[in-house]
């Protein structure tokens, strides 16, 4: 499987800072640790709200042909989570730096 332009166009080992700054209070990238967050291993190329052992908000739930592809991520964080997906329950402002959003969904594409 190629990485899409997104990923390939971020820097990956900058993306893991990226994550420790923006993500890593809530968010695991340990298969099946979730925090307030469900775990982010694997996220990209998952179906939205698929972790069976975390509660996703209704408005997550209700989202069945979400697919977490890069697309889809740099949307979705490049904006307050209130705004991508109403009725969420992440806390999150979003994301406004281009090159740090590309570097994130680049590491995040690595962790699986």
Not at 9 to 14: E, I, K, P, Q, V
Not at 74 to 98: C, E, F, I, N, V
Request: some cysteine; proline content about 4%; hydrophobic content about 30%.
């Amino acid at each position: 499987m190629l990485a899409s332009p997104l990923a390939r166009a971020g820097d990956a080992s900058a993306g893991s800072d990226v994550f420790k700054t923006e993500c890593s209070e809530c968010h695991s990238i340990k298969e099946g640790r979730n925090k307030k967050g469900p775990s982010l291993f694997g996220v990209v190329g998952r179906k939205a709200a698929t972790i069976s052992d975390y509660e996703y908000s209704d408005a997550l739930r209700s989202k069945t042909d979400w697919v977490w592809t890069p697309e889809k991520l740099h949307s979705y964080l490049s904006q307050p989570a209130k705004q991508a997906d109403p009725g969420t329950k992440m806390k999150y402002d979003g994301l406004s730096d281009a090159k740090q959003l590309d570097d994130l969904i680049s590491y995040l594409s690595t962790v699986h």
